[in-house]
């Protein structure tokens, strides 16, 4: 059995598992109704030795969960309805030389996939305008000796339905916004192979190819900004290892730690974002 889903609904499990299974030998796709989050079943399944190359998708997830440990929040997961987001995470084992930009990498494929007015906030959301429209998160399990790459847990939670924005830092944006008749199934099928193709191009030549075409994207260009520590200064777009370029009074400050939050300052440069 090459993929498994377990309800009615019309999945693309098939076209996508031919689209990827020939460069991604053992590749299945699984397609669960509900789960606590895509990211944290894989993740168990790691730590349980099952490393096998992998596409899960929830219709709904009850517990999801973003950056620095933050509940990520959907439609789906607020009103307890499916439809309203899609969820997914992929599991694959990489060794590039340098795993700088990764999630870079993934954001500029899944905009690409997705829209071509879709702009990409570093390190890992993607916005329309000013509002957030997904968010990814990456983590990883070893995989025997350190030499011979790590077992790789991307995941990507995408707003189809506009969120209730309370309580939200970001106010949040649903992809119908800008595709009146997108669906889980039709954006899925857009993301992933092409997603597959991305992080394995990622794996043979680093981030440093996709540099042009992330901060052709990026929503952050040219915009004031306060880094977590405090630092003010304009973004800069990112170097070629995908860190984040900040001119500040003590000179350009290369940003690369994922716990860093950038905040947008408001002002003038605002305006055009």
């Known amino acids: 059995m090459t993929f498994t889903t377990a309800h009615a609904v019309r999945w693309p499990a098939e076209a996508i598992w031919e689209a990827v299974a020939p460069a991604l030998p053992g590749f299945t796709v699984e ?3 509900e789960v606590d989050s895509t990211n944290s079943e894989l ?3 790691a730590r349980a030795g099952r490393l096998e190359p992998v596409l899960l998708v929830a219709e709904r997830q009850t517990a999801g969960r973003g950056r620095m440990g933050r509940q990520w929040h959907s439609g789906a997961q607020a009103m307890g309805q499916r439809g309203h987001a899609l969820t997914f995470s ?8 340098d795993w700088s930009g990764l999630s870079l990498a993934v954001g500029l494929s899944v905009a690409r996939s997705l829209h071509p007015d ?3 906030k570093w390190p890992n959301d993607l916005w329309w305008h ?3 429209l997904a968010g990814i998160l990456i983590e990883t399990a070893n995989w025997g000796e350190a030499s011979a790459g790590r077992y790789v847990v991307i995941g990507v939670g995408i707003n189809l339905q506009t969120p209730d924005a309370t309580g939200l830092s970001t106010t949040p944006v649903g992809l119908r916004e800008l595709l009146p008749e997108a669906d889980a199934a039709q954006a899925l099928s857009s993301i992933a192979a092409p997603l597959v193709q991305t992080v394995q191009r990622f794996e043979a030549h680093g981030f440093a190819p996709l540099q042009k075409a992330f901060n052709a994207r990026d929503a952050l260009a040219q915009l004031p900004v306060t880094l977590s520590d405090g630092v003010q200064g304009v973004a800069q777009g990112v170097d070629a290892t995908g860190a984040l370029l900040v001119a500040a009074s003590q000179g350009v400050q290369r940003v690369t730690s994922a716990e860093v939050s950038v905040r947008v ?6 305006d055009h974002l």
């Open 31 to 33: 397609v669960l109704p």
């Open 43 to 45: 993740m168990r399944r």
């Open 90 to 97: 992929l599991g694959l084992h990489l060794a590039p030389g």
């Open 118 to 120: 879709i702009r990409l």
């Open 130 to 132: 000013d509002r957030k």
């Open 265 to 270: 300052q408001p002002g003038p440069a605002y």
